[in-house]
């Protein structure tokens, strides 16, 4: 079955194997059989929008699997709306992702607005990070305020991912990309609320093994054309990314 | 890779000897569902998962007598279940002797979860607890979500003559886990939170794939979650098999 990750970090990894450059991130995609990813610059998410972003434009033109998620980050401001004029025009740079200070603080819409503005031209999905409630409800009240956008609860509420469900059941701008935790029915409760079309797959590799993602989807129980839209048809109209050439 | 079932159906009979080290079952609300004995029967069946090791949530979360009650009724139900017990140090008054009563029950470990039960290691009555563990010499299991725990607990067990598995170890904990391995031969990973990429390999090229025992965390996990990151953990068919069953049926004596 055909696998886009919408969520692979480039660098970022605390082990030896960590995949910080495209060779690697590459190895990684073939020996799981994903087909193409959606990557994030773990520099420009903990060092510098503006660099760690170009660092993954210069990744990306080396692979026709590969493309770019933005991060810009709201304690940056200028540096994020820089990182967005240089860099959000290019084909392969699919979406934008805003990051609050800490891995698990929500983003807060008043403080992003001003990168909001900025991002809204691009018509290209908005990632924000929502490992717990209160991201998903900080998560939430931007989706409410740009309801032209359309807004990719990344990790689907972690532990908490029927808060995600429910917020995507009242929000139809909202998909959730799976990762997070490795619950085993938060999928299927998912499609049962939501129906399947607004589920995208993301391991959140390497944190996650997205061999380990893979499965969660395999063992849900859904069928196999549900599953299909989870791996590839949902993500691939949602970032118009066409069939890969493996 | 030859020997990892990652589909149920696919997999070749020599994969019914997997032993899932960690599996639990019961109520649990402060999950998104409960756990149910019936779903981790159908994930053993599905993948092949010869025998389970597994412990009621009642005595994790609330009373560990009830708990380990309702542990050894469903693993007498089901034979392909191995009873776990656990023991909450919280509760421990040195003057009832439970762990004797364990082992003439049959259970084949014992669990702790400090973090969650809110105590940590060097905690005095936990100190008497692994007294009385000494004298029966039972493997143990426990939880280390946070780093910084499994130091404490292993210092406390330091001279524990049975094995320490040390479980919920998570790429942040990777390090403590194998320096405190290189340090202790009795100590020892199981796999279900080692979903990150390379990690079970890391282990296994640092300690050795003889200290790496499966476990799953079904029923709320897919047992097909770590079969897969087996698969790409850069290990030989024997090793694999090792973690997969070997290494615990040495454990836990079977």
Redesign the interface.
Known sequence: MRILDMHTWLGG???????ANRAAVAQ?LK??RVCASVLLAAHARHIDPLAGNRILRAVLEQDSRLYGCVITHVNRPDASVAALRELMGASRMVAMAIAAPSLEAPVNRAVADEILQAFRRYTKPLYLFTPNAACVAAASEIARAYPMLKVVFVGMGG?D??SAVAAAHQLTNVYLETSGT?????LR?AVESLGPHRIVFGSG????????????V???GLSQDVQARIFWDNAARLVEVQPANE | MPGVPLNPGSESRSMDQIIDINTRFGPIPTAPSDWLLDDLVAMMRAHHVAVACTLSTVGMLLDETAGNAATRAACLEDRRLLPVATLNPMHYFRDESPVARLVADGFRMVRFFPALQGWSGGFAPFLHVCEEMAAVGLPIMVETPQPGIASAIVRDMSDYAAPVILSQVRQEGLTEAIALMQRHEHVCVETSDMVSMGAIGLVARHVGADRIVFGSGAPSRPVAGVLSVLQHAGLDAADQHKVLAGNARRILGL
């Open positions: 990894g605390v082990l030896g194997s960590r995949p990684a020996d799981r532990y991912w029927r490795l619950h085993v029915s938060k409760v590799a390497p944190h996650v093994d997205a061999a380990a993602a893979a499965a969660l395999e063992s849900s």
